[in-house]
């Protein structure tokens, strides 16, 4: 069973920098493609970022381009997002999560096969 935990989230000035990281079991994380995701109150759950299988295709929602970073530590089975310059519009839940079937990270949350249990962050004015 493949087990997502979110860490990292929490409460930061706009201009600031947080780090998330999921740390996975039950699967090696180069064995499918990553995907973060994020959720505001009210809103539906947006793609963010993703890593493919290998390692070589990354992509990026356009909000997040050129501020957010996805990286991948295979030694430690995490997947890391780094975060800079947020923003308060950045403020959501942020979840990782799993596509086994899908080597390319996809956009769509529902294609996504496991996920983790969310972490807050929120950017203050």
């Known amino acids: 069973q493949v087990q997502l935990v979110e860490s990292g989230g929490g409460l930061v000035q706009a201009g600031g920098s947080l780090r998330l990281s999921c740390a996975v079991s039950?699967?090696?994380?180069?064995?499918?493609?990553s995907g973060w995701f994020r959720q505001a109150p009210g809103k539906e759950r947006e793609f963010v970022a993703g890593c493919s299988r290998s390692g070589s295709t990354i992509n990026y929602a356009d909000s997040v381009k050129g501020r957010f970073t996805i990286s991948r530590d295979n030694a430690k089975n995490t997947v890391y997002l780094q975060m800079n310059s947020l923003k308060p519009e950045d403020t959501a839940v942020y979840y990782c999560?799993?596509?086994?079937?899908?080597?390319?990270?996809?956009?769509?949350?529902?294609?996504?096969?496991?996920w983790g249990q969310g972490t807050q962050v929120t950017v203050s004015s």
């Open positions: 039950g699967r090696t994380v180069s064995t499918y493609a």
């Open positions: 999560a799993a596509d086994v079937h899908y080597a390319i990270p996809r956009i769509d949350p529902r294609v996504y096969d496991y």
